[in-house]
């Protein structure tokens, strides 16, 4: 299996710490944020990972290189040149994917189960699957809409608390 980590952005909420380290270096528990996000990846047999990066990218290429080999897993790091959003990053490495992969946002600190998350996936036969979870303050997150069989209805970024 293959995986993108999305690391471009410029981490505007972790500001001031992003104003020297982009948000993926940052430490949580004495190690930097990727380095969870490889060994969740590593943990679910992923192979092969692509991190896009833009904002403060050199911090990350001086620490991993163009091409890693962490986790017993073959790392490519993409500079883009100009941040282009969450679906330009994935769409600029489409050819790097030929079947189900997994897309990681860079900040995400998580124990999801990738394997079930794919399986669930391939069963519903659907062109992209997002996992989520339920939180009591929905007003720093988007908040997704789905039916009875996880189908996604809409979306709403952010909505003001009532």
Do not use: C, W
């Not at 993926?24 to 969740?40: G, S, T």
């Not at 079930?116 to 997150?141: N, Q």
């Amino acid at each position: 299996m293959k995986a993108m980590v999305l690391a471009a952005g410029k981490g505007t909420r972790l500001f001031p710490l992003t104003g020297e380290i982009p948000k993926p270096l940052a430490p949580v528990v004495d190690r930097p944020i990727i380095q969870h996000i490889f060994e969740l990846l590593a943990d679910h047999g992923v192979a092969e990972v692509h991190v896009n990066v833009h904002y403060l990218a050199d911090a990350l290429l001086n620490a991993y290189g163009e091409r890693a080999r962490i986790n017993g897993m073959d790392v490519y790091l993409s500079r883009e040149e100009e941040l282009m959003g969450t679906a330009g990053g994935v769409k600029r490495l489409e050819d790097r994917f030929e079947e189900t992969f997994v897309v990681i946002m860079g900040d995400a600190l998580t124990d999801v189960n990738l394997n079930e998350l794919v399986s669930f996936h391939e069963k519903k036969g659907a062109l992209a699957t997002i996992a989520l979870m339920r939180v009591s303050d929905t007003s720093e997150y988007g908040v997704v809409e789905v039916d009875r069989e996880g189908n996604i209805l809409g979306f709403q970024e952010k909505p003001e608390p009532e």
